[in-house]
């Protein structure tokens, strides 16, 4: 016998609700067949909300039971909400996963030399230019998070709001093969502070923090990942010098 479900949702000419749209997604997973019922005005939605006394849509019935919204759905159907996740490390492996996946597309183009010097450069390069725009997306909210970690930029917070820059530039310049003495005094300047103002509050005042590296509204746990970070633009810098003042002399 198929399962069956009845959905009420906002489907308006200038308004199509996208819980509705999720909710419908949801149930035809489950394996239910799904009578798609639309809003398509104000009134409508409101004579709707009124007969059934509920303040939002969309609305799912099954078994002539009233289930409730997305959410609600999610409830009825054992899955973890939306948003509500534990504190997760995602966001920035993520960003290292598609940064290994470019140095690799690099490298079966034939554009890119497979040595382990430049397939590392390149891989640290791309991993501060993501870094660095997922914190230009929101300076303030990025600042707001940098400082209550950073050492220096707890004394000058100007510093927060000069950070997500300098890490653009150094990667770019990274990548534009500029000289050493251009980019690795960046890079070694914003990777060690960040380097011992993670060992500080981490592993030392032992703080229970979250990492500003993805941006000021993540959920990453100021720790192990977070110090990578820093230690790759460590390395990087050191690396830069000692090719272009030492092997290139």
Same mark, same amino acid.
């Given at each position: ?5 009845? %959905? ?12 509705? /749209? ?13 009578? *798609? ?17 509920? *303040? ?18 999610? *409830? ?18 993520? /960003? ?9 597309? %690099? ?39 940098? /400082? ?8 000058? =917070? ?39 103002? =993670?060992?500080?509050?981490?592993? /030392? ?13 993540? *959920?990453?746990? %100021? ?22 003042? =030492? %092997?290139?002399?």
């Amino acid at each position: 016998m198929s399962k069956k479900a009845v %959905l009420y949702r906002m489907m308006m000419e200038n308004h199509v609700c996208p819980f509705g /749209i999720k909710s419908k997604e949801l149930l035809e997973r489950e394996g239910y067949t799904v009578d *798609d019922r639309h809003l398509t005005t104000r009134e409508e939605t409101d004579a709707f909300k009124a007969k059934h006394q509920v *303040d939002t849509t969309p609305q799912t019935f099954i078994d002539e039971k009233r289930v409730g919204g997305y959410d609600d759905l999610r *409830d009825y159907f054992g899955k973890e909400q939306e948003g509500e996740r534990s504190s997760s490390y995602t966001p920035v492996l993520m /960003i290292f996963a598609l940064a290994a996946l470019m140095v690799v597309a %690099l490298l079966s183009s034939g554009r890119l030399n497979a040595a382990p010097a430049p397939v590392i450069m390149h891989f640290v390069a791309f991993t501060m230019v993501m870094l660095a725009l997922q914190k230009l997306q929101d300076l303030t909210s990025f600042s707001n998070m940098f /400082i209550t970690y950073d050492l220096l930029a707890r004394k000058q =917070v100007r510093y927060s709001y000069v950070y997500p820059f300098a890490e653009a530039y150094a990667g770019i310049g990274m990548l534009a093969l500029l000289p050493a003495l251009w980019v690795a005094p960046v890079s070694l300047f914003i990777g060690t502070i960040g380097a011992v103002s =993670v060992i500080k509050a981490v592993y /030392i005042d032992k703080r229970d923090l979250k990492c500003a590296c993805v941006g000021g509204d993540s *959920d990453v746990p %100021l720790g192990f990942i977070s110090l990578s970070e820093n230690l790759f633009m460590v390395g990087a810098g050191l690396w830069m010098l000692y090719r272009d003042l =030492v %092997l290139l002399g």
